[in-house]
């Protein structure tokens, strides 16, 4: 059973940052797609990143220059950076995986999902 578990989140404030970490256990070393999302309450999920088996990293256009996402070879372990945070940053960060290998931004339908860590950013 493939499970990935978030860790690190917490409450900042402005202009401080915070690093995520994911762990994926039972996860086959076959190189598929891993990805950080967020939900706001009220609002609909988002992409904050994603890396495809080939190591390409994509971001939401909110994270660019402040966010970055770190991957181990194996999968099993993944990390967001995130500096200069926003109070608009504030929501439950989700890591989640799957065996699609590539168009992992937009296309895919991540199939394991973690249970989320919540970030708060005060101003």
């Known amino acids: 059973q493939v499970q990935p578990v978030e860790s690190g989140g917490g409450s900042v404030q402005a202009g401080e940052s915070l690093t995520l970490s994911c762990t994926i256990s039972?996860?086959?070393?076959?190189?598929?797609?891993l990805g950080w999302f967020r939900q706001a309450p009220g609002k609909e999920r988002e992409g904050v990143a994603t890396i495809d088996s080939e190591g390409t990293i994509l971001y939401g256009e909110f994270a660019k220059g402040r966010f970055t996402l770190s991957a181990a070879k194996s999968r099993t372990n993944m990390s967001l950076r995130m500096n200069n945070v926003k109070p608009e940053d504030t929501a439950m960060y989700y890591c989640?995986?799957?065996?699609?290998?590539?168009?992992?931004?937009?296309?895919?339908?991540?199939?394991?999902w973690g249970q989320g860590t919540q970030v708060t950013v005060s101003s």
């Open positions: 039972g996860y086959i070393d076959i190189g598929g797609c």
């Open positions: 989640a995986a799957d065996t699609s290998r590539f168009e992992c931004w937009g296309s895919v339908e991540f199939g394991y």
